[in-house]
C-alpha cells in the first residue's frame, strides 16, 4: 500500500463501477494505443497513403488538433511492420522509420534519426551518414519510408529541413510523409517552395463522421473487455458525445472519459444527461459555441 | 609481335609499334610527357618514314611492368628494412618539396640521433653542400648544436663532410610513463546498440529494425518470458525465439528455465 493510497485512498466508487460492467480500467484513456484501439476513416485517403508509401514518393497529412494524424501515422508504421514478418521478398518490403518530429532541432539531428531508426551506427560524421542513404537504392533492395510526425513543430530552419527532406525525396525507394497541423504546415510549405513542388497528395484529415466515431467507441469499450458496450454507451449518450466533440476523435475521447467518471458517481450508464453535466461548458462558451 | 608470313617462310618479324595517342591511352599520360621522356632519354622511340614517333611495345611493357624505371631512381641512404625503405622511397620520389615530410622522413631514417654527435633532442635536418635540394644523400640530421656549428663553418668549407660513426643505433628512450589504474570493469559489459544488433547477424533491414524493437522492448522487461517479450513488440512468438536464441549464444542473455534476464547495457 502506497502513501498516496493511505492518504488520500482509492477511488472504489469508479472502480466498482467499471469493475460491474467488466471493464479493468478507463477505456477512453487518451494515450496512443496499439494498432486494434485505431477505427479507421477515410479509407480511401489511408489508401493512397499506403500506396505513396511503396512507390517512394512524398506525401503531406494534415489536419485540424485532434483529428488523429499522428494515429495513422502509428497505425501506418505497425501495419507495415507486420507486412514486413510475412513478405519474404526483400524488394517488397518497406520498412517504417517514425521519427518524432518535435525532438530535432536541425537536419543533421534528423539525418542521425533516421539512421538510428534503421538501427545503424550513427556515430560517424555527417557525410558519410548522408552518403549511406545516398546510396540507398545501389545497396538495399528494401524501400525506405521515412514517417516524420509534427514536423512544422520542431525548432529548426525550415529552409534548412526543407532542402534535406526535398534532397531525400529525389533518392529512389525513399519515400517521405510528413505529418502537422493544418495552417502549420501551409506556413511551412510557403517557405520551401521545392518541397512543396514535390508532394504527391496532400491528405486533410476531416473529423470523423457519426459511424466512424460510433466504430471508434465501441471498438475503445470491446478492447477493454465491456461486456455489453451497447447498454453501457446509450445511443442518446452517443448522440450528445458526437455533438459535444464535432466529430474529433480526441476531444470525443476526452469527453467520454470524463462521462464515465461521472457516471460512476450517479451509478448510471452513459446518457446525454451524465455527457452534459460531465462536461461542462461555460455560459458564455455554449451561447459562442459556434465562433470556436 | 607482328609476324609477316610469305610463302611460309618467316620474312620479317616486326613489333609492334603503337602511335602516339594509343600509348598515352594505355600509359595514361599526356602526349607530352612522352616526347619529355623521349628528350630526356628515359624512353626509346622509333621513327619510321614520316618522321613521327612510333613507340615499340616492348618499352611500354617495360614502362608498364617498372613505374619505377622512369622515376629517379631509388636513393642509396635508404636502409634495408622494408616498411621504412617503402616509406623513404614515396617520400622522396613523390613529396620532395614537401619540406617538413621530408624533413620528418630523415629524422626517422637516421634513428633520432643526430649523426655528428650522437645526441637525441633537438634535431635538425641540414643540408650538407649547402644547396636546397632535398635528395636523400644530401640530408642529414643534426642536433641543434652540430647544426649551428656546421653553419658557422659552411661558410669558410663550402663542402660540409659528417664524419658518421658507425654506432649501434641505440634503444628509443622510453617515456616516463605513470601507470593509471583502470577504473573498475563494471560487472555488464556496455554496447551500443548498432553493435549488438551486427553480432547477431540479422538477415535484411527488415529483420534488424525488428531485432532492434525486441532489444529495446528487453531492455525495458529486464526478466521476461518468450510471451511477454513477443507480446509487446506484437510479432509471432518465433521470431522472438530466434532473437532470444542468438542473444544468448552471443552472451547478452541468460536463461533460466523459461526466463531471460539481460546481461547488457545499451550506451546512449
Known sequence: MTTFEKKIGRDRLFESYIWSWGLREDPFKLELTSIEAFAPFQRRDLRKLKWLLS??????????????????????????????????????????????????????????AIILGLEMDASKNRENLFEFLRRWPQEHQERLAIIIDDLPESGADALEVGEFLRVLADITNISILINGTFKQMERFLAKVPALADRIQTKIKLKPMNKKNLKELLELRLKNAGCICYKDLLT??????????????????????????????????????????????????????SFLM | MLVIVRKGEVVEQKEKLYKMKEACKILGVHPNTIRLWDKQGKIKVVRPQGG?????????????????????????????????????????????????????????????????????????VHHKNGTSRNDPDNLVTLCQKCY????????????????IKPEAPAPKPEKPTIKIQP???????????????????????????????????????????LGDLAARVHCPEAIAKTFCERMTACGYLVSKNGMFEIHVRLAR
Open chain 2, 148 to 163: 649551428n656549428l656546421v653553419h658557422k663553418r659552411v661558410r669558410k668549407m663550402p663542402a660540409f663532410k659528417p664524419s
Open chain 1, 235 to 288: 445511443p442518446n449518450g452517443f448522440k450528445s458525445l458526437y455533438k459535444f466533440s464535432k466529430g474529433v476523435p480526441r476531444s470525443a475521447l476526452k469527453a467520454a472519459s470524463n462521462a464515465i467518471h461521472y457516471a460512476a458517481e450517479v451509478d448510471s450508464p452513459i446518457d446525454a444527461r451524465v455527457v452534459k453535466r460531465a462536461n461542462k461548458r461555460s455560459f458564455f462558451k455554449r451561447i459562442f
Open chain 2, 52 to 124: 613521327q614517333r612510333r613507340i615499340p611495345e616492348s618499352e611500354i611493357n617495360r614502362l608498364l611492368r617498372v613505374p619505377s624505371a622512369v622515376a629517379p631512381p631509388p636513393p642509396s641512404t635508404i636502409p634495408k628494412d622494408e616498411a621504412l625503405s617503402s616509406f623513404l622511397n614515396y617520400v622522396f620520389s613523390y613529396h620532395r618539396d614537401d619540406w617538413e615530410l621530408v624533413r620528418k622522413a630523415v629524422i626517422i631514417r637516421d634513428n633520432y640521433t643526430c649523426q655528428e654527435c650522437g645526441g637525441k633532442e633537438l634535431l635538425e
Open chain 1, 55 to 112: 512507390k517512394g514518393k512524398i506525401g503531406a497529412l494534415t489536419g485540424a488538433l485532434g483529428t488523429g494524424k499522428t494515429t495513422v501515422c502509428e497505425f501506418l508504421v505497425a501495419s507495415l511492420k507486420e507486412e514486413n514478418l510475412t513478405e519474404s521478398d526483400p524488394s517488397k518490403q518497406i520498412i517504417p522509420v517514425f521519427i518524432h518530429g518535435a525532438a530535432y532541432k536541425s537536419s543533421d539531428e534528423l539525418l542521425r
Open chain 2, 183 to 225: 577504473p573498475p570493469v563494471p560487472e555488464v559489459a556496455e554496447l551500443p546498440r548498432h553493435k549488438i544488433l551486427d553480432d547477431l547477424k540479422p538477415t535484411g533491414l527488415a529483420q534488424r529494425t525488428l531485432f532492434g524493437d525486441l532489444l529495446s522492448a528487453a531492455a525495458v522487461l529486464k526478466s521476461f518470458t
